[in-house]
């Protein structure tokens, strides 16, 4: 199967603190925003069926970059993280030396780590490049079942293996997943998120497989014409994000 690595969807709390950190800290751009009044029929927001928005966020439209999908359910203002994610890395030589100036961890692999304010990490390193998003980190509870289910079913070729971690890709010059053992088991909890990829497809309109690893990380495959055809840049996306933080009020009245 020759699928293509799409977007990563994050749940979010508080749109305005979000979209600041991913524009103004890791330079992003607003690709797409969409309004709905009630709950996705694939659940990209989660188990929810209220008013909800999807922001598309990235470094470039996803026809070449793999980008975020940031998810905002009006009754909700706070999700608990599991330990099912682990990372998302980027390297930049421009972004590395604006987050060595910010408060930042440095992590094994000398690459500075920031969390967003619903406190998913991202890992920046070095590179001549303009900022790309290059790989998924996230924790397994099995290390050999996730191969078999990643490599085998969903025929995703490893690009590399280590004792305790696995590198994956669908192609050269994609995002890559890497899937790390963890020392416990993996518990989701409310804050989960969800990796989306295309498949090779001649129909217009998006079809949609949702799909479930050994440790119930979502897995989402969509055609890719159809898909191509939704996920065109809107350049008046962050203006629209913006008045809708502004008439947000949500809060008084969940």
Request: glycine share 8%.
């Amino acid at each position: 199967m020759t699928a293509r690595a799409l977007h990563y969807v994050f749940k979010v709390a508080n749109r305005a603190k979000t979209i600041d950190f991913y524009t103004k800290v890791l330079d992003m751009k607003v690709l797409r925003h969409e309004e709905f009044d009630k709950g996705c029929e694939a659940s990209c927001n989660g188990p929810y069926d209220e008013r909800w928005s999807k922001t598309m966020i990235g470094y470039g439209s996803e026809d070449d970059h793999f980008v975020l999908e940031l998810t905002y359910n009006y009754p909700i203002h706070k999700y608990e993280l599991g330990n099912d994610y682990r990372a998302i890395v980027i390297d930049s030589d421009q972004l590395f030396e604006k987050i060595s100036s910010i408060e930042h961890r440095k992590s094994g692999c000398g690459r500075l780590a920031v969390k967003d304010p619903d406190g998913h990490e991202f890992k920046i390193g070095k590179s001549d490049q303009s900022p790309r998003v290059l790989r998924v980190q996230l924790n397994v509870g099995d290390l050999e079942k996730s191969k078999k289910y990643w490599n085998e079913v969903l025929e995703m070729p490893i690009v590399e293996e280590k004792k305790t971690r696995i590198r994956l890709c669908y192609g050269e010059g994609q995002c890559e997943l890497e899937i790390v053992q963890s020392g416990e088991k993996i518990d989701r909890k409310t804050g989960f998120g969800r990796i989306a990829f295309s498949y090779p497809g001649n129909k217009a309109d998006v079809q949609v497989v949702i799909l479930a690893d050994p440790d119930a990380h979502e897995i989402c495959f969509v055609g890719d014409e159809g898909f191509r055809d939704l996920s065109k840049i809107d350049e008046s996306a962050e203006k629209e994000l913006r008045e809708q933080i502004k008439k947000d009020d949500s809060e008084k009245w969940y």
